[in-house]
């Protein structure tokens, strides 16, 4: 509206012959637009990081998240569902990406509500747009998992993402998926890609479409098609993203669910046991031990044609940039990092990282022609995956040693061997660790060397001028 009734001044002074005057001066008095550009690496902790400048550039490499102005350290914290004033040591996405988005904690499961009592959280998103700054969010997840979700959605378990699932309650592990006080019928404000089409974003780009195929609770149209009657345009390919006109908000929904993966093990080979000779099964200081064999990570075939990282970030630098004289908030997630940890795909979270790498570099190369851009690089939590010897330091005692977990051996660019072991359990799914995640940004001034996840929530509010509520 403040674009519009400038346009209309302009017009009205040249309709009364006042040509001379020009709009020059109240514009140089306007002050300069802030951004932020907040990227968060899904579970890339320093394992992760390590793991793939060793295979990406060498171990005397240095990826562009190694140059950054300044470096320190996040605290995950994590309250419990039943006392919030007790704290959990491993966090997931739903609660650490909660503490970045609003500044307040909750427990796991849980997208910008409070633990124990379920009230809304505001997000930095919801701030910024009512401050009349422009809001993006990009991931190569679905844009309606968790750590997207937790920046403009409210509900009280992160698996409730469409009208069909809200409905229906089922059983994930320790979380109970169900949501009926989220029911608008109950008062609530729906699954989660219902409040994604009625929110103020400019735009959301990654997967998930078939989480807005089913139709609006207690309506017949589908949530796609309330998506484009409330002004989106709903983009699903790459050469849609690449001409998608820039005055219009965007959704772009370019797979199923998460979008697959850039690289894999070879010949799709994930983790493997090692496997112990029969002799070494009944008796367990003799025998022999046989390693998985050396592997190198290859192209992913399924993600040919897909959009990667750079693109949608590039396109969405683009879209918030264009006649913005307010700033902007962009929010990229490299999710598959975290995703293909969970099934120990080693490979797989090396491609994560390297696209979020390229991200950072649209990012930097936005913020040279921008020098009021706040980039802020981190992670949500850190993940299961190490880099353990090759061979062991106790191998020479006459007793087979090996690990317990599952094990990949990558052969490396330079010809060496990494070891990258994951065994937090004996399931079929890795799970999150504990540690503190690292903290990248481009302006040393702007972060202090550790702080925690919620304190991100204040420098990006900050750095925009958000007022308080």
Same mark, same amino acid.
């Given at each position: ?7 209309? +001044? ?45 295979? +990406? ?183 849609? +993203? ?228």
């Amino acid at each position: 509206m403040k674009r519009l009734a400038f346009n209309s +001044l302009i017009a009205l002074i040249t309709t009364f012959g006042f040509t001379q005057v020009s709009a020059q001066p109240d514009l140089a008095t306007q002050p300069i637009p802030k951004n932020v550009i907040l990227i968060i690496g899904d579970g890339m902790d320093d394992h992760q990081i390590t793991i793939a400048r060793n295979y +990406l550039k060498g171990a005397a490499g240095r990826l562009t998240l190694d140059n950054m102005a300044q470096r320190g350290v996040a605290q995950v914290l994590t309250v419990a569902e039943n006392d919030p004033k007790k704290f959990v040591y491993v966090a997931d996405s739903a609660n650490s990406a909660t503490a970045i988005a609003t500044g307040q904690l909750t427990s796991r499961g849980r997208i910008a509500t409070t633990a124990g009592d379920d009230n809304d959280l505001t997000s930095i998103i919801e701030l910024a747009s009512a401050a009349n700054i422009k809001t993006g969010l990009v991931s190569n997840s679905s844009v309606t998992d968790a750590t997207m979700a937790a920046f403009y959605a409210h509900i009280n378990m992160r698996f409730c993402q469409s009208p069909a699932s809200i409905e229906k309650t089922s059983d994930f592990g320790q979380m109970t998926i169900d949501c009926p006080q989220d029911l608008q019928a109950n008062g609530g404000l729906g699954s989660i890609a219902e409040q994604l089409v009625a929110s103020n974003l400019d735009l959301a780009l990654g997967g998930g479409i078939k989480y807005f195929r089913p139709k609006v609770e207690n309506q017949s149209m589908s949530v796609i098609e309330l998506a484009e009657q409330l002004g989106f345009e709903v983009l699903t390919s790459t050469k849609q +993203l690449q001409s998608a006109p820039l005055d219009k908000k965007w959704l772009g929904l370019f797979a199923p669910s998460d979008m697959p993966a850039r690289l894999r093990g070879q010949d799709g080979r994930s983790a493997e046991e090692p496997q112990p000779d029969i002799t070494h099964r009944a008796l367990s200081s003799k025998g022999e031990v046989r390693m998985p064999e050396p592997m190198i990570c290859e192209p992913n075939p399924k993600s040919k044609g897909l959009p990667h990282l750079k693109l949608m970030t590039d396109r969405a630098l683009a879209h918030l940039s264009q006649d913005n004289r307010s700033g902007f908030f962009l929010m990229v997630e490299s999710a598959l990092i975290d995703k293909e940890a969970h099934d120990r795909r080693a490979c797989g979270s090396i491609g994560g990282v390297e696209q979020l790498d390229e991200a950072l570099d649209s990012a930097l190369a936005f913020a040279q022609k921008n020098p009021n851009t706040l980039i802020i690089v981190t992670a949500d939590h850190s993940q299961s995956a190490q880099i353990v010897p090759e061979n062991s330091l106790f191998k020479g005692v006459g007793v087979p040693v090996y690990t317990p977990g599952k094990l990949v051996r990558l052969r490396t660019p330079e010809n060496s061997l990494m070891a990258i072991n994951y065994a937090t359990n004996n399931f079929i799914k890795e799970e999150h660790t504990g540690a503190n995640v690292p903290v990248f940004s481009n302006d040393a001034a702007s972060l202090p060397s550790m702080l925690t996840q919620a304190d991100l929530f204040h420098v990006i509010k900050n750095y925009l001028n958000i007022p308080n509520n």
